[in-house]
């Protein structure tokens, strides 16, 4: 499968900014950005609050010479045709809400699809954690008993873990252990590129099995 992946720790502005320079890099001018921030309903942020976010965020990389265009896709909207973004940009919030989105709106399907094809998928702590094998590296975020845990699985069976601090290493070999699976432990500071050539990291980034830890 081709890929362009970029995971990120889920940071801020500050903690991102080289990860994010990377990824506008990537993008043509006048690219277009499906933006999906879905995971932070019910956190009591408005999605104007993610509206102005993004647009910082971008206006913080893009100078006069290029011009980036993006799309919210909300909770109700229907799917556009995705071919028609140069890439989509899934943010944070509830892992496990942001997958319910995902299979209901059949997004399970259309997502690799839209890599296989050549577009950019960025995902930001839930949305990076959503592109894994396995979501029950965050099973503190299941408030709702969701039942399903199966993630994308675009990372070569890898599950992934964001906002990663050493004092979590004991918490994610139970975890490692328990799914069966290596744990991609990403800080805010950090990222993972996933290309075509294999994985390029920003910053610093952990890999775990159920008994070994080792920076990628």
Known sequence: MKKNIILSGGGDIKDTFKLDEYYFSMLKNNAKILYIPVALSGRGLGFESCYDWFTSVISSHIGDDKYIDFTMLLEDDDIPDLNVYDSIYIGGGNTYKLLDFIYSKNLYQKLPSYIEAGGIIYGGSAGAIVL???????ESENDKDYKNFKGLDLLDGRSVICHYENSMDE???????KIKGDVIAIPEDSGVIFNQDGMKVVGSVFIFNAIHKREL
Do not use: C, Y
Request: hydrophobic share 45%.
């Open 132 to 138: 894994g094998k396995d979501i029950r590296t965050v």
């Open 171 to 177: 918490e994610i070999f139970n975890i490692a252990n």
